[in-house]
């Protein structure tokens, strides 16, 4: 078995490594995503929220307060979303930190077995070179 037939599993799981970790990245960033649209729809609400506050008019002081509890609770829910945000983005720099160590791995392996077949290639040719010279060289019969 050649060298570089040896080399195929090592090739292979890495691979499979870059592309788990490819999947992985993946889903990291939907989730980031997912978060962010979850986050602005929170900032939305506020603002739609405030306007109403805004443009009401004969509001008594119970429904200030109210307003205001709600508000309070309001942000923290954004405060949270914001921090949940903040670790899901660690997450995913983490992930592609990951993905990157993966690729290189698996890239500096392909290269080793392309020069493994390069040179199975160049002493291929060199021995049929050689077999070539040698039939040259044999001296020929000559048929009567």
């Known amino acids: 078995m050649t ?3 040896r080399m195929q ?11 788990e970790a490819a999947r992985l990245l993946g889903e990291r960033q939907r989730v980031l995503d ?17 306007r109403k506050f805004e443009d009401g008019a004969g509001w008594t002081g119970l429904n200030v307060r109210e307003y205001r509890v709600f508000l309070a609770r309001l942000n923290q829910a954004i405060e949270e979303q914001a921090a949940r945000v903040e670790r899901v ?6 992930s592609r930190g990951h993905w990157t ?12 077995v392309d ?4 040179d199975e290639r160049r002493q291929e040719d060199r021995r049929e070179q050689a077999e070539n010279d040698e039939l040259g060289q044999r001296p020929r019969r000559r048929e009567p």
């Open 9 to 19: 599993p090592v090739a292979q799981v890495a691979e499979s490594r870059q592309q």
């Open 34 to 50: 997912e978060q962010l649209r979850r986050l602005d729809q929170l900032q939305e609400y506020r603002g739609e929220y405030a």
């Open 3 to 5: 060298r570089s037939k």
């Open 89 to 94: 983005r660690a997450d995913l720099e983490q």
């Open 115 to 118: 020069r493994l077949q390069a």
């Open 101 to 112: 160590r993966c690729r290189v791995h698996r890239d500096a392996v392909d290269k080793a």
